[in-house]
Antibody, heavy 118, light 112 residues
Framework: QVQLVESGGGVVQPGGSLRLSCAASGFTFSSYPLHWVRQAPGKGLEWVAVISYDGSYKYYANFVEGRFTISRDNSKKTLYLQITSLRVEDTGVYYC????????????WGQGTLVTVS | DIVLTQSPDSLAVSLGERATINCKSSQSLLYGSNNRNTLAWYQQKPGQPPKVLIYWASTRESGVPDRFSGSGSGTDFTLSISSLQAEDVAVYYCQQYYSSPFTFGPGTKVDI
């Protein structure tokens, strides 16, 4: 079955950097776009970024302001999110999710990894 | 950017009764290439990741009970739960995938 497992979260000081990973299994990784979505404690879902199946297209939320970089390694079946210049407001759970297609819903989600900026 | 608003913010429904959640988009989500509405509904229970219920505004995801239904077109959409069950207590979000950024609505909390 489809599995997405995030890792790399932790406690970081403001201004620091972090790289999140999402290991995938159970499907043809290189055929699907992948997203990052985050959720601040007690708040709603916030879309972060998407990358096309081959990595050729990347789109970001406005709040990213050049601080986040989404990437993927299809040979390792792994999605990444590099975050720099971390702010307190970046605190939250970061989910990776698979898109059914590029312009489509998110059909499978990981359990998330918690990033705390403090 | 496309802005989604949801109403109400929260609602309490008796077991077996109908729950209705609305989602309004700041612009039409009707995608010309396939004449379908680029809107999905997700359910999130405490401590869990979201789970897709409905996509293309009205297509139920495989395995989702048929008491969940989606309707609407253009800018106005509705998620209905025909007969609320205890396990339906959750926060429900709409999301548009018409254009990036693929924004979510603020969520609607459903309680018994």
């Amino acid at each position: 079955q489809v599995q997405l497992v995030e890792s790399g979260g932790g406690v970081v000081q403001p201004g620091g950097s972090l790289r999140l990973s999402c290991a995938a299994s159970g499907f043809t990784f290189s055929s699907y776009p992948l997203h990052w979505v985050r959720q601040a404690p007690g708040k709603g879902l916030e879309w972060v970024a998407v990358i096309s199946y081959d990595g050729s297209y990347k789109y970001y939320a406005n709040f990213v302001e050049g601080r986040f970089t989404i990437s993927r390694d299809n040979s390792k079946k792994t999605l990444y999110l590099q975050i720099t210049s971390l702010r307190v407001e970046d605190t939250g759970v970061y989910y990776c999710a698979r898109g059914r297609d590029f312009r489509a819903h998110l059909d499978h989600w990981g359990q998330g990894t918690l990033v705390t900026v403090s | 950017d496309i802005v989604l608003t949801q109403s109400p913010d929260s609602l309490a429904v008796s077991l077996g009764e109908r729950a209705t959640i609305n989602c309004k988009s700041s612009q039409s989500l009707l995608y010309g290439s396939n004449n379908r509405n680029t809107l999905a509904w997700y359910q999130q229970k405490p401590g869990q990741p979201p789970k897709v219920l409905i996509y293309w505004a009205s297509t139920r995801e495989s395995g989702v009970p048929d008491r969940f239904s989606g309707s609407g077109s253009g800018t106005d959409f509705t998620l209905s739960i025909s007969s609320l069950q205890a396990e339906d207590v959750a926060v429900y979000y709409c999301q548009q995938y018409y254009s990036s950024p693929f924004t979510f609505g603020p969520g609607t909390k459903v309680d018994i």
